[in-house]
T-cell receptor, first 108, second 118 residues
């Protein structure tokens, strides 16, 4: 069955520390994976997609098919990165399956 | 350009009451969907539609009905509300959900509707 697992409910780091939000997936085909972010009092929005291999707001994510992972990383966290982060999998072009989300809290 | 508009933003219902959550988008998106967001459960898909006249069930469809008579609108109906339906509901649309590649997979979300069932 297709599944997205985010093992951490909450990740707390200090400003300037590296951040890694974990995401593992289960999918029988060729996966398309995404990270979405929900800042306080803002709409849920796309952060980045694996196929674009882009860096957005200093965040990157690499698809590792061997480990079935798509972890989100940033070398130096900022307070404005505090938000809820969701990993999502495109389910055969019909829907996005979301993980349970990880709350990132960055404090000074 | 309003994007995805949901109404109402807040609603309190009594058990057994019915109501409709409205969702409209002005981006000419063929794909629309409804999710519910619950603490510790993430976002779970309720129903989705790939175009006018076509709807399908998601992961948690029980207790909800949808219809898609126009491209713009995708209302979600609760026929007999239950406390287990207390949640935040999100409507989302996409132009390219069915396609792979660089443009695919981007959902545009509404602001959410917070529903409490007593």
């Amino acid at each position: 069955a297709q599944r997205v697992t985010q093992p951490e409910k909450l990740l707390s780091v200090f400003k300037g520390a590296p951040v890694e939000l974990k995401c593992n997936y289960s999918y029988s085909g060729s996966p398309e994976l995404f990270w979405y972010v929900q800042y306080s009092r803002q709409r849920l929005q796309l952060l980045l997609r694996h196929i674009s291999r882009e860096s957005i707001k200093g965040f990157t994510a690499d698809l590792n098919k061997g480990e079935t992972s798509f972890h989100l990383k940033k070398p130096f966290a900022q307070e404005e990165d505090s938000a809820m982060y969701y990993c999502a999998l495109n389910q055969a072009g019909t829907a996005l399956i979301f993980g349970k989300g990880t709350t990132l809290s960055v404090s000074s | 350009n309003a994007g995805v508009t949901q109404t109402p933003k807040f609603q309190v219902l009594k058990t057994g009451q019915s109501m409709t959550l409205q969702c409209a988008q002005d981006m000419n998106h063929e794909y629309m969907s409804w999710y519910r967001q619950d603490p510790g459960m993430g976002l779970r898909l309720i129903h989705y539609s790939v175009g006018a006249g076509i709807t399908d069930q998601g992961e948690v469809p029980n207790g909800y009905n949808v219809s898609r008579s126009t491209t713009e609108d995708f209302p979600l109906r609760l026929l007999s509300a239950a406390p287990s339906q207390t949640s935040v509901y999100f409507c989302a649309s996409s132009k390219l959900i069915l396609a792979g590649g660089p443009g695919g997979g981007e959902l545009f979300f509404g602001e959410g509707s917070r529903l409490t069932v007593l």
